[in-house]
Antibody, heavy 121, light 108 residues
Framework: EVHLLESGGGLVQPGGSLKLSCAASGFSFSNYAVSWVRQAPGKGLEWVSSISGSGDTTYSAPSVKGRFTISRDNSKNTLYLQMNSLRAEDTAVYYC??????????????WGQGTLVTVSS | EIVMTQSPATLSVSPGERATLSCRASQSVSRNLAWYQQKPGQAPRLLVHAASSRATGIPTRFSGSGSGTDFTLTITSLQSEDFAVYYCQQYQNWPPYTFGQGTKLEIK
């Protein structure tokens, strides 16, 4: 059974940093692309960043480019999101989502339960 | 960036009846369109991909149709557990992947 467990969320001041993790199990992690998608309180879904199964290709939304970095450690079956220069508008639940193939053009077929990031002074 | 527009924003339907949700893309996404269901406090769940292919374990009362710019998710014989928010997403032209704003399906 596919399982994705996010961690690392919390309260951080504007301008601060936070690193999210997503521990994956139940599938061959290195064979699948994974993404981060966020959801601000009471709002819809917003794609944040994606990384291929091998880790050699990454993509990020313009709203986070230059501030957020996606990475993965296939030896640890873990996805990361390093978030720097955080802003109030980054406040959201952050979900990790597995794609159905090794490249990012596949659909996301399983999602974790999310971790809440709150940016506030 | 492709803009996805869902309608209606809220749909009120009685249990046992049929619900029809719409999603329109600002340009063609071929059949690279997915539908997700999200219940309060839960993660989104994939229902349909490639416009009309049900995901693993999804009941047959959920069906997707359409191609190009206009898509529909139909839920027949609504069950109590189907009342939720539904999102469409295109994965044809990316980045960015884009989602619709959601349709809230509520009990009438």
């Amino acid at each position: 059974e596919v399982h994705l467990l996010e961690s690392g969320g919390g309260l951080v001041q504007p301008g601060g940093s936070l690193k999210l993790s997503c521990a994956a199990s139940g599938f061959s992690f290195s064979n699948y692309a994974v993404s981060w998608v966020r959801q601000a309180p009471g709002k819809g879904l917003e794609w944040v960043s994606s990384i291929s199964g091998s880790g050699d290709t990454t993509y990020s939304a313009p709203s986070v480019k230059g501030r957020f970095t996606i990475s993965r450690d296939n030896s640890k079956n873990t996805l990361y999101l390093q978030m720097n220069s955080l802003r109030a508008e980054d406040t959201a639940v952050y979900y990790c989502a597995k794609h159905s193939g090794g490249n990012c053009y596949y659909v996301t077929d399983y999602w974790g339960q999310g971790t809440l990031v709150t940016v506030s002074s | 960036e492709i803009v996805m527009t869902q309608s209606p924003a809220t749909l009120s339907v009685s249990p046992g009846e049929r619900a029809t949700l719409s999603c329109r893309a600002s340009q063609s996404v071929s059949r690279n369109l997915a539908w997700y269901q999200q219940k309060p406090g839960q993660a989104p769940r994939l229902l349909v991909h490639a416009a009309s292919s049900r995901a693993t374990g999804i009941p047959t009362r959920f069906s997707g149709s359409g191609s190009g710019t206009d898509f529909t998710l139909t839920i027949t014989s609504l069950q109590s557990e189907d009342f939720a928010v539904y999102y469409c997403q295109q994965y044809q032209n990316w980045p960015p992947y884009t989602f619709g704003q959601g349709t809230k399906l509520e009990i009438k």
